[in-house]
């Protein structure tokens, strides 16, 4: 079994450590036995025939706004993608990239690709932070650096619950409390960090998805104990708990 990745915008969408996403998902791949071919999309290319597997990272918005034309461009296929199945993982402003509008701070509206039903409305205060969330696959972690207010719409739910630090409504609308959004194969959240180094539990819930669109009854077959992987593992667990640690939460 090989899993394409398509790395949308890498040059433009990669700051923050987000390209490392695509690397994590490539060597926890390896060590479950599965080969990868990742396919980086930029400004004017075409997609592949198919995908497995979508990653676009974050960037400021001079960034977004030289994608965001090739992204409407390719939306239709995007769309096409996300409505079969294809996992997708969007970091922070690469998420409002693939969602159907961005409203800036001087009140101009954006439009997204249409992948995710999320609206992110522009605000001048950035929220910079540490943050943990409480998810049905146990607790996230990672750095949030965004000034946004992001707006779930009709099928959407949030990845989790903000324990502590930033979420959708940034610094604006606190109250909010929770963070990121998943809908069918779709997950955005504004964490950085690395998301998946420090979070392998979600990658492999990506890596999952992407395995069982091609054989239904495929599981992830982890290697014996103490191997490479358990050692990647034990990392970004000491990496999750220093920084709850920091921010006083207990896993």
Known sequence: MTLRIVHLFPRELGINGDVGNVTALVERAREYGIATEVVDVGRGDELP???????????????????????????????????????????????????????????????????????????????????????RGGLLAGYVNQNSITQLEDGAASLGEVVKGFGNGGIEQPDLGLEGVVAGSLFGTHLHGTALAMNPGLADRLLTIAVQRQDAGAHLQRPSAGGRLDRIDHFARGSREALMRRVGVAE
């Open 49 to 135: 025939a198919s995908a497995d597997l979508v990653h676009i990272g974050s960037g400021p918005l001079s960034s977004v706004e030289l994608v965001l034309p090739d992204a409407v461009r390719l939306g239709g296929t995007l769309r096409a993608w996300a409505a079969d199945g294809v996992p997708f993982l969007a970091i922070a402003a690469g998420w409002e990239v693939l969602g159907r509008s961005i409203t800036t701070e001087d009140g101009r509206v954006l439009q997204g690709a249409g992948v995710f039903p999320t609206r992110a409305v522009r605000q001048n205060v950035q929220a910079v932070g540490e943050t943990v969330l409480r998810t």
